[in-house]
């Protein structure tokens, strides 16, 4: 039986589904758009359903912790690209202006799809309790 959220009944979705509507900046249970009232301000709660994204105190750790390791992977790609495509004469200036550009921009890139997407892992591992309810 699927957890009543405001006047939605809602089956707990599959985690396929709830992982690509946090790839997509979505409400992973409800698949609503519109949640960020700036590029890295986010509603509170869901729209549509009335999902509480923060769910417990210290939530967007997590977040913080997968914009991170996202944007070091993305780091490290141009990095060794950069080194491996243009060996044996690295050019070091253009290679440390495209780490830094990338060092600066993917974390602000990224955050409000770390946001929605840790918010999905944790449905998925934590799922939602009739106490969550509002």
């Known amino acids: 039986m699927g957890v009543v959220i405001a006047d939605y009944a809602l089956e707990p979705p599959p985690t396929t589904r709830l992982l690509w509507r ?46 991170t390791v996202v944007s070091f992977a993305a780091l490290l790609l141009v990095v060794a690209g950069g080194t491996f495509l243009t060996m044996p004469d690295v050019p070091l200036v253009p290679l440390v202006l495209a780490s830094l550009l990338t060092a600066l921009v993917m ?28």
Do not use: K, Y
């Not at 769910?55 to 977040?63: L, N, T």
């Not at 974390?107 to 309790?129: E, G, M, N």
């Open 107 to 134: 974390p602000v890139l990224f955050q409000p799809v770390s946001r929605t997407l840790w918010t999905a892992i944790d449905l998925a591992v934590r799922p939602l309790t009739a106490d969550e309810l509002t």
């Open 22 to 67: 946090g790839l997509r900046r979505r409400c992973p249970l409800c698949g609503a758009s519109n949640l960020f009232e700036r590029w890295i301000v986010m509603v509170p709660d869901c729209p549509r359903c009335r999902l509480h994204f923060e769910r417990v105190e210290g939530h967007w750790i997590g977040a913080i912790g997968l914009n």
